[in-house]
């Protein structure tokens, strides 16, 4: 157990749907990534929150969004999804305030769009 | 933009052996870190090894070590005597250290198979 917690494990849903992915950080850490990882684009990085602010944005659609909680989880919510949307959605956690932390990753959500 | 590039998509060792994985990156920055990732069939992602730009020493954890070529931009992972368990995929990382940003950009990944 990584410290950092991914729900649910799996999903299915149809196209056009909407889901919520959530993630609770590895106690202490204040920085949340999210990271898509799919089969040609290998991982990519969705966006950043540190202490309930957005921080970085990186390949994030539009159809996506995320936000930090005052206890520090994040959800990432997935809207009007497409076939493409399919992949596996990683959050991962790092203190911040050092420099040369990795990040804990979760075990990831699984995400099958049909 | 940072780029990261594993060359190796696949690559194969004997069990005890030892085997190399490539890593290049691309940047204009003096100062970032560098990381090797491995995730099991179970689709963890798992720090296996960490590397500072600036320092000159090669980072070793066990069995798993580094030649870390600044000039060249090149950051290989080296696995000895591999274990079965070190069966996985295995992900090359740059972190910068500027611009208020802490992500990390991977590089597509070297599967690794160990042969009993």
């Given at each position: 157990d990584s410290g950092v917690t991914q729900t649910p494990k799996h999903l299915i849903t149809a196209t056009g749907q909407r889901v919520t992915l959530r993630c609770s950080p590895r106690s202490g850490d204040l920085?949340?990534?999210?990271?898509?990882?799919?089969?040609?684009?290998?991982?990519?990085?969705?966006?950043q929150y540190y202490n309930g602010e957005e921080r970085a944005k990186g390949n994030i659609l539009e159809r996506f969004s995320a936000q930090q909680f005052p206890d520090l989880h994040s959800e990432l919510n997935l809207s009007s999804l497409e076939l493409g949307d399919s992949a596996l959605y990683f959050c991962a956690s790092s203190p911040d305030t050092g420099r040369d932390y990795g990040y804990t990753f979760g075990s990831g959500t699984r995400l099958t769009v049909v | 933009?940072?780029?990261?590039?594993?060359?190796?998509?696949?690559?194969?060792?004997?069990?005890?052996?030892?085997?190399?994985?490539?890593?290049?990156?691309?940047?204009?920055?003096?100062?970032?870190?560098?990381?090797?990732?491995?995730?099991?069939?179970?689709?963890?992602?798992?720090?296996?090894?960490?590397?500072?730009?600036?320092?000159?020493?090669?980072?070793?954890?066990?069995?798993?070590?580094?030649?870390?070529?600044?000039?060249?931009?090149?950051?290989?992972?080296?696995?000895?005597?591999?274990?079965?368990?070190?069966?996985?995929?295995?992900?090359?990382?740059?972190?910068?250290?500027q611009g208020g940003s802490e992500k990390l950009v991977f590089g597509k990944g070297t599967k690794l198979t160990v042969n009993p």
């Open positions: 920085s949340v990534y999210w990271y898509q990882q799919s089969l040609d684009q290998g991982l990519q990085f969705l966006i | 933009a940072q780029t990261v590039t594993q060359s190796q998509p696949e690559m194969s060792v004997q069990e005890a052996e030892t085997v190399t994985l490539s890593c290049t990156y691309d940047t204009s920055e003096s100062d970032y870190y560098l990381f090797w990732y491995k995730q099991p069939p179970s689709r963890q992602m798992i720090l296996v090894i960490r590397q500072e730009a600036y320092k000159q020493q090669n980072a070793t954890e066990n069995r798993f070590s580094v030649n870390f070529q600044k000039a060249a931009k090149s950051f290989s992972l080296k696995i000895s005597d591999s274990q079965l368990g070190d069966a996985a995929m295995y992900f090359c990382a740059y972190k910068s250290t």
